[in-house]
């Protein structure tokens, strides 16, 4: 049992050695996650950190202009990863009044509120996406799933949350798009560099690209999953884990380690 929302890459080789064992983890801080992804998407939308910072100033001048918001109900949202956390923030798109269309590695026959398509759809499906929220784990077949050609078919007043991690959206490629406005803005919470150490955390910028530089980017430390219930959250995933494997029951979120999640 992994406590957390993941798999180490130890753990991923024991299994692939033991096919005998069953690895699980935890998906307790999916609903945490997915608000983050929500309020990152709000925050660009609606550029409320740039006016945050000019009203502390003050500064009121750019109040009544109306190129620095867009309203996002009636445009289409792509969530890239249908799994806890994506279906989460499909909800709450849908409740904003979005379309919503999902991607994952799999597509099964059940009903869904969303059409749901196969990674290979990416192509077809991106030029229609005004919103695109990368909620995937992180595999070799996700890594760099995002790149120049990708930023190519969006609309250039596509809005990218990323609330996965780094590696799936390509870092130069990202950096590039929100610099040359090829899309309108991103939220972003998982990033290509990190503090290694205690001493560092001051230190550390978040990519080797000057992303701190950009205006219509809003910035978040890798933080979806904590919130003031995470203890709590996680103690009761964890008692619900074992209390299942107790009763002789298949544990809630196994893992598929060739897959990779």
């Known amino acids: 049992v992994v406590p957390w929302a993941g798999l180490p890459v130890a753990v991923a080789e024991l299994g692939r050695a033991r096919r005998d064992l069953t690895i699980c983890n935890l998906h307790h801080n999916a609903t ?102 990368i909620c995937c784990p992180a595999t070799p077949d996700t890594e760099g799933l995002i790149g120049r050609d990708e930023f ?48 560092e955390e001051m230190v550390t910028t978040p990519s080797r690209f000057p992303f701190h530089e950009l205006s219509n980017l809003v910035m978040s430390p890798h933080r979806g999953g904590h919130v003031i219930e995470t203890t709590e959250l996680r103690m009761h995933a964890l008692a619900d884990t074992l209390q299942a494997i107790a009763d002789g029951l298949a544990p809630p979120h196994r893992v598929d380690v060739d897959a990779g999640y």
């Open 32 to 133: 945490a996650t997915a608000e983050l992804a929500v309020a990152l998407l709000l925050a660009v939308a609606k550029n409320v950190p740039r006016f945050d910072r000019e009203l502390r100033a003050p500064n009121w001048r750019h109040r009544g202009d109306h190129r620095r918001s867009v309203q996002l109900e009636g445009r289409t949202a792509l969530i890239v990863g249908y799994g806890s956390i994506g279906r989460r923030v499909a909800a709450t798109c849908r409740a904003l009044g979005l379309e919503v269309l999902a991607v994952r590695r799999t597509v099964g026959e059940a009903a869904l509120p969303e059409a749901v398509y196969g990674v290979e759809s990416l192509p077809e499906l991106l030029p229609r996406a005004n919103v695109v929220v």
């Open 152 to 199: 190519a078919l969006m609309p250039n007043d596509t809005l990218l949350v990323n609330v996965a991690r780094g590696s799936v959206v390509q870092e130069e490629a990202l950096f590039d798009a929100l610099r040359r406005r090829e899309i309108r803005g991103a939220g972003i919470d998982v990033w290509y560099q990190y503090p290694t150490c205690t001493s």
